[in-house]
């Protein structure tokens, strides 16, 4: 009779997540996803002549988005590879309930997102996935890594440059 062979165990050097499968590769979110933080809304500016619709963090719920009544604001043609979404997105809340997430389905034709959201875009779909990315959002958010009063982080908001790090 055999036993099957589980996988040796390193330490990931992340305190909340622990041990991992020796052959895993533990990096830096930016070093595997681009994270954009989404456009300002400026309500001054707003001309109403480029009018798109986009999500604000009350939109994204975990794994579910809101696309119903969606406000809109104005997106230059030069801002749409920046601020637009793709199916596959994953979109995290910066602030109010740091961390939580959902993945973008394309539920509409051409949608943009406000700065109160992070985008995280693959830099290599063949490694990483969005789903997988979720879950650990999920994870960390259940440990309470997001939590100023948790004594485990500092944050009550996720500056795009401490996410990517």
């Known amino acids: ?9 390193k330490p990931s050097g992340v305190e909340w997540l622990g041990e991992v499968p020796e052959h895993w590769d533990v990096a830096a979110i930016g070093y595997r996803y681009e994270v954009l933080l989404g456009k300002m809304l400026d309500e001054k500016r707003v001309t109403g002549k480029l009018l798109g619709p986009y999500l604000r963090n009350t939109d994204v719920q975990w794994e579910a988005i809101n ?16 601020y637009s979404l793709r199916k596959g997105d994953l979109l995290v809340c910066q602030g109010g309930e740091v961390g939580r ?12 997102y406000q700065k109160a959201l992070h985008r995280l875009r693959p830099l290599d ?34 500056p795009a440059e401490a996410f990517r790090s």
């Open 1 to 9: 009779m055999s036993f099957p062979r589980y996988p040796a165990y």
């Open 101 to 112: 997430s959902a993945i973008w389905k394309s539920e509409i034709p051409l949608c943009f």
């Open 125 to 158: 779909l063949s490694q990483d996935d969005p789903g997988y990315q979720l879950y650990i959002m999920r994870m960390a958010y259940d440990k309470g890594v997001f939590e100023a009063s948790s004594g485990k982080a500092t944050i009550n908001h996720l």
């Open 67 to 82: 696309t119903d009544d969606l406000p809109k604001m104005d997106f230059e043609p030069s801002e749409h590879e920046r």
